[in-house]
């Protein structure tokens, strides 16, 4: 299975701030990577597809890049509601594997 | 508006059959377009992929689940159901449906979840 690593774990930011999440496939999946945003207490939610397409009704300020092994998210500036879980997901091969999900926190 | 809502029993004894149900609202499980599928979080843990399946009866498992669990749709009811077996503590978790779009692959709409509990 591929595995999904995901870094930080966990971050402090503060409202404006840009904040970059990580994602590193242990082979190449190329562009098929998807990011949730997840709340306390509510069901995942799509924020971008192949890796940089931005999923409808979701912010500009979110924005996804990379291919083969290496993703990012990026926040270009954060705002109060951001805060939550992010989620990696690759979409290349069976079985579908999420990375260990990174914590934004407020600072 | 497309809406998944999963059911079934919040609590389940060890080693008995874990069963849940969603039903789909404002859209088709009969599309070819959409493989149906499961995704469980244990308390405050991560999200973990159980499987996902389609009306054409092509299903896809988590190898960590696949002794263990089945999923199949019914379009006839516009459901797709989870089943997994001989269920232990570890199988605690809330446990979502969603719907996945093919080419490109994404879950784009999911259910709000229900946990499951594994106890005596």
């Known amino acids: 299975a591929i595995q999904m690593t995901q870094s930080p774990s966990s971050l402090s930011a503060s409202v404006g701030d840009r904040v970059t999440i990580t994602c590193r496939a242990s082979?190449?999946?190329?562009?098929?990577l998807g990011w949730y945003q997840q709340k306390p207490g509510k069901a995942p939610k799509l924020l971008i597809y192949?890796?940089?397409i931005l999923q409808s009704g979701v912010p500009s300020r979110f924005s996804g890049s990379g291919s083969g092994t290496d993703f990012t998210l990026t926040i270009s500036s954060l705002q109060p509601e951001d805060f939550a879980t992010f989620y990696c997901l690759q979409d290349y091969s069976y079985p579908l594997t999420f990375g260990g999900g990174t914590a934004v926190e407020i600072k | 508006q497309l809406q998944l809502q999963e059911s079934g029993p919040g609590l389940v004894k060890p080693s008995e059959t874990l069963s849940l149900t969603c039903t789909v609202s404002?859209?088709?499980?009969?599309?070819?377009?959409?493989?149906w599928g499961w995704i469980r979080q244990p308390p405050g843990k991560g999200l973990e992929w159980i499987g996902s399946g389609s009306y054409t009866g092509t299903t896809h498992y988590n190898p960590s689940l696949t002794s263990r669990v089945t999923i199949s749709v019914d379009t006839s009811k516009n459901q797709f159901s989870l089943k997994l077996s001989s269920v232990s503590a570890a199988d605690t978790a809330v446990y979502y449906c969603a719907r996945r779009g093919l080419r490109p692959e994404r879950f784009d709409y999911w259910g709000q979840g229900t946990l499951v509990t594994v106890s005596s």
């Open positions: 082979q190449g999946i190329g562009n098929d």
């Open positions: 192949d890796a940089s």
């Open positions: 404002g859209a088709s499980t009969g599309s070819s377009s959409y493989h």
